[in-house]
Nanobody
Framework: QAQLVESGGGLVQPGGSLRLSCAAS????????MGWYRQTPGKQRELVAV???????NYVESVKGRFTISRDNAKNTVYLQMNSLKPEDTAVYYC??????????????WGKGTLVTVSS
């Protein structure tokens, strides 16, 4: 089994910045895709940004140019640098990882979520 633990959420004013981190631990053979999703009450969870083990990235249109996803493969950690935050970025942010615990066993893993609130 593997676990994901997020950190870095909190309250920030509009225009401010936050950096989210998510570390994977446990029985890990390899990790392919890692990423961040977010969810607000009454809405479906939406993809924010993902990154492959090779460094290819993809972002939802609304965060392009403001958010940057990166990862440290040696530390099994993914980051989300969020700049120029807007009130509409307020959500619970969830870390995601596609983890192989053995060469032949692959599962999706989710963190418990971290709340980001953008408000003056």
């Amino acid at each position: 089994q593997a676990q994901l633990v997020e950190s870095g959420g909190g309250l920030v004013q509009p225009g401010g910045s936050l950096r989210l981190s998510c570390a994977a631990s446990g029985s890990i053979h390899s990790i392919d895709v890692m990423g961040w999703y977010r969810q607000t009450p009454g809405k479906q969870r939406e993809l924010v940004a993902v990154i492959t083990s090779g460094g290819d990235t993809n972002y939802v249109e609304s965060v392009k140019g403001r958010f940057t996803i990166s990862r440290d493969n040696a530390k099994n950690t993914v980051y989300l640098q969020m700049n120029s935050l807007k009130p509409e970025d307020t959500a619970v942010y969830y870390c995601y990882a596609d983890i192989r615990t053995t060469p032949w066993r692959r599962n999706d893993y989710w963190g418990k979520g971290t709340l980001v609130t953008v408000s003056s």
